[in-house]
């Protein structure tokens, strides 16, 4: 494996295999008033994302916050086809849980290290959530490291 | 993980009781295993949205796989892919809020269209078996549960109530498997069915007493900032502590974070002591809440707003009580609302009943104002055309109406808002 290449582990939530571009944040995502489940859109008014989407990116995050409709909506991401690729979080929660289960995108939780710290927008991931392993591919090698 | 079935779960997931049942169970245990948890558990107290329905889903499931309401429930509540005909609810359920009052559907926006599509699903819905509460607060229309009963509840102003008040049972609930656990009577015994999960987090001394609806809706929208998704436990004075104190205080905390369960020692159920409500363990943190702290709370809440001329004032964050009701009636009393300005109140329909029994709801009338069901504004996202500037009562309402409405909003005691709808004016009193 090449040097800007590395492995992460974690526990499956949902099954399945797919590879993309990161989109990372240290914040948590509301689904009811804090997305919009047509465009795949951040749309809280403070969040470090607002503004972009998550469709067909692989979504790497803490978790989610807000109110209980959180599966309905992103639910409907998956039929308008603004759905992300696959999502990586550090944070479980009954919101987050029901999300990725009706969403049915590969989803792993309970990582080995921390993939906020580790995981850049940009990066190259592949998802293979059945045996809860993330290969990341750095978008740019840091100078220095 | 391999979640462990009981033989008449196992059998309901073979398709003994029928497709729908089948179909439910495998979501379950879909969802279980995402979770993490080791089992089902039972429930006889489900408070969902089942087979509501809005034009997207409508058009959606008509372009795939057929339309109608057993569609919209077999491919969205149940994620399935095939279609099922949906039967019986298994266990006692209840709809929270939604869709449109059935009496002032217009005054909310909704086109013939949207207003026919919320009756069907309705109906639909009642022929299963569900009660149509049509309300963020089922405990104030019938559905109290006992402490220590499996819930399986959406809202989160209803779950802090239902776990911190009650001491039941819930996590927050989703669409999908409060309908899920409809048809089956299970949900996944995971976090705050358990135990261990129950016990506080973190510890919030107020140094004053909390004595106002207004207080406590500003320390629940502090102690919300303070611990986020965590539980705290809060020492101090709380000699008024009443349902609607409560209710302002979960519902502020669970916007602000995500506060699920609260301790207040010598008040709510599970903390007798502090070493009860922290199951014997070191808080994490201690946060002191003082007058400063209150301030600030205060000052954050109303940087939303700047312009004093107010055109609508709206009450029923979550949904008023009768009390509440009768309160603003006495408040309004020989006034008459600005004609700038709309005054607003939601409530759940069985509280309207018991208004319009008291002529409440008539006072309420002549004074200019409206009483509403089913919903609220930043639900039903309808304010009176031409709003501007919203005054508020709830912190809730104050942290979600702005962002979705694009309008300024003020956040006072029930007293500064009525004043502001009498007036056209924000005078409130900063504490």
């Known amino acids: 494996m090449s040097v800007n290449t590395f492995v992460l582990k974690g526990r499956k939530v949902v099954g399945g295999v797919t590879e993309g571009e990161a989109l990372v944040t240290r914040q948590t995502i509301s689904g009811w008033g804090g997305i919009n489940p047509m465009l795949g859109t951040i749309t809280e008014t403070r969040h470090e994302l607002r503004g972009q989407s998550f469709k067909d990116k692989i979504l790497v995050f803490p978790g989610a916050k807000g109110s209980s409709g959180w599966s309905a909506v992103f639910h409907m991401t998956r039929l308008s086809g603004a759905a992300p690729k696959a999502m990586l979080f550090t944070e479980m929660t009954t919101k987050v849980a029901l999300g990725a289960v009706v969403m049915r995108v590969p989803s792993i939780t309970d990582f080995d290290r921390d993939p906020l710290d580790l995981i850049e927008t940009g990066d190259w991931v592949k998802v293979d959530a059945d045996r809860g392993i993330v290969e990341v591919r750095k978008a740019a090698l840091r100078t220095g490291s | 993980m391999q979640m462990k079935l009981t033989d008449q779960e196992q059998a309901m997931l073979n398709g003994h009781d029928g497709k ?39 058009k959606y499931y008509r372009q795939h796989g057929g339309g109608g309401y057993d569609a919209i429930f077999s491919f969205f509540d149940l994620d399935s892919d095939e279609l099922v005909e949906v039967p019986k609810a298994a266990a006692h359920t209840c709809h929270l809020q939604g869709g449109y009052d059935p009496e002032n559907w217009q005054l909310l926006g909704a086109t013939p269209e949207s ?15 569900v009660q149509i509460l049509k309300t963020c607060t089922p405990y104030l229309a019938g559905n109290v549960p006992s402490r220590g009963d499996h ?26 498997s409060t309908s899920a656990a409809m048809l089956t009577g299970k949900i996944p015994d995971w976090g705050f069915h358990r135990d ?3 016990f506080g987090s973190h510890l919030i001394e107020v140094d004053f007493p909390i004595e106002s609806v207004m207080d406590w809706g500003m320390l629940g929208y502090f102690a919300g900032e303070a611990v986020g998704e965590r539980i705290p436990v809060l020492t101090g004075q709380f000699g008024s502590a009443d349902l609607i104190r409560h209710k302002h205080f979960g519902a502020a905390a669970a916007s602000s974070g995500g506060v699920e369960m609260y301790h207040i020692v010598g008040v709510t159920p599970e903390a007798n002591t502090l070493a009860e409500a922290f ?43 009768i009390d509440q009701i009768r309160d603003a009636c006495r408040m309004l009393e020989g006034k008459r609302v600005s004609a700038n300005c709309n005054l607003w109140i939601f409530t759940s329909r069985a509280v309207k009943v018991m208004a319009d029994a008291q002529g409440l709801s008539k006072q309420l009338r002549s004074a200019g104002a409206v009483l509403l069901t089913d919903t609220c504004s930043s639900i039903s996202q309808a304010v009176p055309p031409g709003t501007k500037v919203a005054a508020l009562d709830s912190a809730k309402q104050t942290h ?32």
């Open chain 2, 20 to 58: 729908a049942r089948q179909k439910a169970m495998q979501l379950l245990v879909r969802y279980g295993e995402a979770l993490g948890a080791e089992r089902l558990v039972a429930t006889d107290n489900i408070a969902g949205v089942p087979g509501s329905s809005n034009p997207f889903l409508q």
């Open chain 2, 400 to 431: 979600y109406l702005p962002a979705i409405m694009n309008i300024q909003a003020w956040f006072g005691s029930t007293q500064d808002c009525i004043q502001a709808a009498i007036t056209g004016r924000w005078n409130g009193v900063h504490p």
């Open chain 2, 151 to 176: 819930c399986a509840w959406m809202e989160s102003s209803a779950v802090v109530y239902c776990n911190s008040v009650i001491g039941a049972r819930t996590n927050t609930e989703g669409r999908e």
């Open chain 2, 115 to 129: 207003f026919k599509i919320s009756q069907e699903s309705e109906a639909f819905i009642a022929d299963r078996g």
């Open chain 2, 196 to 198: 261990e999960n129950r």
């Open chain 2, 279 to 321: 199951g014997g363990r070191k808080p994490l943190h201690i946060i002191p809440y003082g007058l400063a702290e209150k301030r600030r709370t205060y000052d954050n809440l109303n940087s939303k707003a700047s312009d004093p001329q107010v055109d609508y004032v709206m009450l029923g964050c979550p949904h008023y009580s």
